[in-house]
């Protein structure tokens, strides 16, 4: 008999609310206690949710698109989480801020809860504690904050879920296309997950030519919310690519495709903020240096976790692309900024950590968590104070 | 006493440019300009030290409100509203603009100077990374940088007015590098090679003016047309001088049109006043009437079409002539108040536009220190490009070898488990031998 608190429902909810409690406490000691690294931009508590790009999403949901190919344009950011804001806004009469958590907590929560739904029907079943820490390491790692802020990783993570659980659920192939699709309106790492989808569709197809026509048909379909995103971009600015063009604006330019793919294949990008400052001043507090870090560290685990066999192949393929998409695409120019939060979205991670803090003595495990639910707290303190922690 | 020591002082100035216009070999002409005219418009580049300020509007036309974007026309008239101080002396040049509050927009301040070694920009309103939020910070910024780390085709300098007059200042990098002084337009055409196409007289309002027809032959980027196919050209601008010999030939009236004779623009300016100790004349108050609009950054929603009456005017009225010679000193921008926010690439091994960037500390004794630990840092980054050589050397070697051990251990996995397989066929095959 099952107790009422470790049913996916409520386990994923409850958690949801215990580790979102840590990130509001940790926000609220920012504002009222942490000194701004420069004059406070937003005098409400509740504003200092929506800073850097969240302040982009809220102007998308207020002011629609725009687009100058002279500056950082609103087209580098996808429009389904905007668009759920905007239509929250119209229904509810709420504040941008407001619509935008809110999408942002709904989803979390939801996505919660698929992620017990998802690990109770994984084979071999994980045992309970497995299955509670990897649900407690997807609410307390460092960069799982951004998912209570305004921000769409926390809708991207609940339509990954969605994705892994129609696989796992054998659903019918154009439904989890759709699903893949509407992931793609979301972030512009949805994409990736096309790889997980044409394995699902190879291992569901009799023959190499059943896969060769059922891939052609589906392919599109779960790119459809890109597709129609660079529609809209073409009917409203003349040019369906302005969302990649607009990029130029964020970060450095590369000065030529082989110095990008030597800095790359040396991971350049991972090591060479470091070199920066001397060792003295490197801060594990110290956003910078903190997302080359984490990207490592989830590589190295899903790496490990798949030499293991601890992941199934639907699930390396999906970490593969959501690791290696924002990798080739933007660390080079982004000097890894902002590779954290892209990373906090790579559901795998959480399995293999959920699995590794089960095995280890209870003590260990607590430390561990404790630490992490420090440096989330702590990171929600100074992302809400103003400090660069994109 | 005072006055004979200005005129000693300014004497070689003016012979020296005088014998500069006579060497310099002008192009054939059509017509040749009149010495007496000629001479009174060498006179502009005598001035030594001028500061002119001035107000400046611009309003739509009716017509303009019914061909202009709605959006680009509001940036025309909220931009082209403001009061601006332009100043120069020596080859240095100063422009301070303050722009009232608009619609979308507070009050804003931006001074701009180049002082022959530096050039400086400040605000008193900066963005960090926060435009989406329209939200502008009231820090005031400053930047300093090295002309060789700009572009030379570069222009900071707006110079509405005296270009509305007839005075050409240099505003591009390039040309504020090389000895400069101010010149008459239609003199600095001739000299670019430009031609006088027919020269008469007119009348204007009652005053009986000199006309000058001349063409300019170097292309103007920043009034780039495009003809039919849409494409842009180098284009030819005709102009139109009316010079008042009352007033030492000033201009009453400049028109520029394209090469097909459509008018662009046409100034008229009034109310002469003669500079305090030169000979020459400069108007209190003109008035532009702008024709088209082809922003490169508007061009999607720009028009290029030439319109018989104009899209908007640009008002100007000068609010003080000032012939004093301002010291050095007013020529660079110093940040001295604590806050302010400093992108200082004034430093030689500054490679770029970007270089130190510090805050001015609360105690300015501790400036030079922070200074020297953010400039430590710089150079700490600079130089990790040097140190990162072997690293990514080292990486891509282990890469390497990695791939290589990997498809070793795939080889000899697929080796083992072919042999395995031999080995249970061979047991296989003996055991049904034996049986």
Known sequence: ?390 | MIASSLVCRRAPVVAVCLVLIAESPLPAQNRELPESVRLALVRYAAIESLAVTWTQTAEATPLGRKKVAADVLDKIVSNGSFVQQLAFRNGRIYVRRETQEGSSWPPRTEEIAFDRELFYAAQNLFYVSDLRNREPKDWPYLHKWLPRNDGPEASYFRDDYFRASGVRLPTRIKELLLSWHPQAELLALLAEGGQIEAIGSASLDGHSLFRVQASSLVPKPNLGMRNEQGTREKPLYRYDFYFDPEYGYAIRRLEVRDEAGRLLTRSDCTGFEQLSGWSVWLPRLCRVAVHTWAGVQEERKSIFNIFASPLYIKNIRVNAFDVKLWPDDRFQLKPTMPGVYVNDASFPEIKGMDGVFYQVPADPQRLNEVIAVRRALYQGWRGADKRSRPLRALFLVLNGMGLVSLAVYVIVRQYKARGQHVVLQGTRETREEGE
């Open chain 1, 1 to 390: 008999m099952m107790a009422w608190w470790s049913k996916p429902l409520s386990l994923g909810l409850l958690i949801y609310i215990w580790t979102s409690g840590i990130v509001i406490l940790g926000a609220s000691f920012g504002h009222q206690f942490v000194t701004p690294p420069r004059a406070a931009s937003a005098p409400n508590f509740y504003e200092k949710f929506s800073a850097y790009d969240g302040g982009w999403y809220k102007w998308i949901a207020v002011s629609g698109y725009h687009y100058d190919p002279g500056q950082q344009s609103s087209t580098a950011f996808f429009p389904l989480f905007p668009l759920l804001g905007a239509v929250l806004m119209r229904l509810t009469g709420l504040g941008p801020t407001w619509a935008l958590l809110l999408v942002s907590h709904v989803c979390l929560a939801a996505a919660f809860v698929l992620a017990a739904v998802y690990l109770h029907g994984r084979r071999p079943p994980p045992d309970r504690t497995a299955l509670s820490f990897t649900l407690l390491a997807l609410g307390v790692m460092p960069a799982t904050f951004f998912f209570r802020m305004t921000y769409s990783e926390s809708t991207f993570l609940l339509l990954i879920l969605l994705f892994l659980l129609g696989i796992q659920r054998n659903w019918p192939l154009p439904t989890i296309a759709l699903i893949a699709g509407l992931a793609s309106a979301c972030r512009p790492v949805g994409v990736g997950l096309l790889l997980p989808l044409l394995l699902y569709i190879w291992r569901r197809s009799p023959d190499r030519r059943a896969f060769l026509l059922r891939a052609a048909l589906f392919a599109p379909l779960a790119c459809w919310g890109l597709l129609a995103y660079a529609a809209f971009l073409y009917l409203q600015f003349g040019d369906p690519l302005v969302f990649a063009k607009t990029q130029v604006h964020w970060g450095r330019t590369a000065p030529s495709l082989t110095t990008k793919m030597l800095a790359l294949l040396s991971y350049q990008p991972i090591w060479e903020i470091f070199l920066w400052q001397p060792p003295a001043n490197w801060s594990v507090f110290a956003w910078e240096q903190v997302n080359p870090v984490y990207f490592a560290i989830s590589v190295v685990l899903i790496f490990v976790g798949a030499w293991q066999g601890r992941l199934n192949a639907y699930e390396i393929a999906l970490a593969a692309m959501l690791l290696l998409i924002p990798y080739l695409t933007r660390a080079y120019e982004m000097n890894m900024a902002s590779s954290a939060r892209f990373t906090a979205v790579v559901f795998p991670v959480y399995l293999i950590i959920g699995e590794y803090l089960a095995r280890l003595p209870p003590a260990v495990s607590a430390v561990t968590l404790g630490l992490s639910t420090f440096f989330l707290g702590a990171f929600s303190a100074l992302f809400a104070s103003g400090y660069p922690i994109f």
